[in-house]
């Protein structure tokens, strides 16, 4: 069963400061993995989506990467402001059967970005 | 807008009954999900559609029931079997194919008084 595990699962530093937020997973046979933002009482935004052929993707001042072998990824977030705080939660795209189906997620990292 | 919609954003239920939360998307999207998440848990799949009138169970269906009458719908009811239904309730859809993101609705909240 897969199983995905995200470290820390808080963190709290200066406005400025450059971070990373790791995530590790059981079984490497996946499809891709996902990187989500939630805030308070809100739905999941996407952030950035990894294939299982790559080894990263970029969006602004986030990099995301993706060691399938060893069942890591990691989230590197650049320049951190007040507005990126929040639960960011890292979730496999699993096979199943005949396919994929859905996604198994980590519990996610609680992030403060302090002013 | 393309989106997902979720209704109602809250809800309260009395022990023994069912209740049913809506899911709308307009993204053309043959594949649709259903989360739960609890305080301190991730997220888990309770069913997923890949295709109208199909639909299979994820990891904690027991409790739950489906329908996928339309591409655009997939509602969820919480039916009096589910012992612990106090939770926030996720829908998501995603185009056909494991290389594609899936996109997250709003939510909504259901609490058991």
């Known amino acids: 069963k897969q199983e995905v595990t995200q470290i820390p699962a808080a963190l709290s530093v200066p406005e400025g400061e450059n971070l990373v937020l790791n995530c590790s997973f059981t079984?490497?046979?996946?499809?891709?993995l996902q990187w989500f933002r939630q805030d308070p009482g809100k739905g999941l935004t996407s952030l950035l989506l990894?294939?299982?052929?790559?080894r990263e993707q970029t969006s602004g001042r986030l990099n995301a990467s993706l060691d399938k072998s060893s069942g890591r990824s990691t989230l590197y977030i650049a320049a951190s402001q007040p507005g990126d705080s929040a639960t960011y939660l890292c979730?496999?795209?699993?096979?199943?059967?005949?396919?994929?189906?859905?996604?198994?997620f980590g519990k996610g990292t609680h992030l403060i970005i302090q002013p | 807008d393309g989106g997902i919609t979720q209704s109602p954003k809250y809800l309260f239920r009395k022990e023994g009954q069912n209740v049913t939360l809506s899911c709308e998307q307009n993204l053309n999207h043959d594949a649709m999900y259903w989360y739960r998440q609890d305080p301190g848990q991730g997220l888990r799949l309770i069913y997923y559609?890949?295709?109208?009138?199909?639909?299979q169970k994820g990891d904690i269906a027991e409790g739950y029931s489906v329908s996928r009458e339309k591409k655009e719908s997939f509602p969820l009811t919480v039916t009096s079997a589910q012992k612990n239904p106090t939770a926030f309730y996720l829908c998501a859809s995603s185009i056909t194919g494991p290389g594609n993101t899936i996109y997250f609705g709003e939510g909504s909240w259901l609490t058991v008084v």
């Open positions: 079984d490497s046979a996946i499809y891709n």
């Open positions: 979730a496999v795209r699993r096979y199943s059967g005949g396919g994929a189906d859905g996604l198994t």
């Open positions: 559609s890949q295709i109208v009138n199909d639909f």
């Open positions: 990894i294939q299982s052929s790559q």
